[in-house]
């Protein structure tokens, strides 16, 4: 009885792999001045939209790991400025924000000032949420070393850690000109990640129309025993067939919004993100 219940599970455990990676970035192992990270295999390029945000490695002991000090972390204490902003953004996966920690502050590092924290998920260019903090942020180093927790699920009493995007947004609003990023935890997709030699076998073939209606087509150079399968942005699998060089799928029963549409063959395998209108 044991050995048979030992050999369910077994199988269980085969059939339905988890799709969801929980990580904390820390910045510990990034290099100092770098416009990108990687972390649990992912690369993020750190986009400065208003200001010059990287890593910050020259000031040992002012970073916050979530638990205690460390001494790397994203900020732009080379140019702060008003309505500073930048973008954690990967082309690469979707992933999902759980929680970080931020160290506010006006350009002399005086905390004790008032401003604002506008946090944005974003998904191919589409905003998917968008929340404004004012209050409650730390003014002084404190038992965190001055920095914030800002808690994706519970942020202004609503809950984005469910929510995938592929780029979060931050924006200083008010006095505040200045912010050190840390302990940067996000959830990762594994069901839909395209590979390092996924984007030499995705010019091989093509989708259209995108955005689509009721049908897209794939126009292929050469696919062996190809599957198509098509998943929601939570990568819950909603539809899989065969195809060869010249296919189409009908997609009249999915609802409008984006989907990852996935070809596994022998020549290899990629995504394309297709909108459903």
């Known amino acids: 009885m044991k050995k048979t219940l030992l050999f369910v599970l077994f199988t269980i455990l085969t059939i339905y792999p988890s799709y969801s990676q929980t990580s904390t970035e820390t910045f510990e192992t990034e290099s100092h001045s770098s416009p990108n990270l990687t972390d649990n295999g992912v690369v993020f390029n750190i986009i400065s939209h208003s200001s010059v945000f990287d890593i910050q490695a020259n000031y040992p002991g002012t970073g916050w790991n979530g638990t205690s000090i460390d001494n790397r972390y994203i900020d732009n204490s080379n140019s702060s400025g008003a309505n500073a902003s930048f973008s954690i953004k990967t082309t690469s996966n979707l992933f999902k924000v759980n929680r970080f920690w931020i160290f506010l502050s006006n350009s002399a590092l005086n905390q004790n000032v008032t401003g604002t924290l506008t946090v944005t998920g974003k998904l191919s260019g589409v905003t998917k949420f968008t929340q404004t903090k004012s209050t409650g942020f730390a003014t002084s180093l404190g038992s ?115 989907y990852l549409f996935k070809i596994s063959s022998q020549e290899g395998t990629a995504t394309q993100r297709i909108v459903k209108n």
């Open 144 to 258: 965190t070393n001055g920095y914030t927790f800002i808690d994706m699920t519970n942020l202004n009493g609503q809950n984005y850690s469910n929510i995938v995007i592929d780029e979060l947004l931050i924006t200083l609003g008010g006095n505040y000109t200045y912010a050190g990023l840390d302990a940067f935890t996000w959830v990762k997709d594994s069901g839909v990640v395209l590979g390092i030699n996924d984007e030499e076998f995705k010019n091989t073939f093509k989708f259209y129309p995108n955005p689509a209606q009721s049908r897209v087509f794939v126009e292929a150079n050469t696919l062996t025993n190809a599957l198509l399968q098509i998943f929601d942005i939570n990568g819950h699998e909603l539809k899989s067939q065969k195809i060869d060089n010249t296919s189409s799928i009908n997609i009249d029963d999915l609802q409008s919004g984006i």
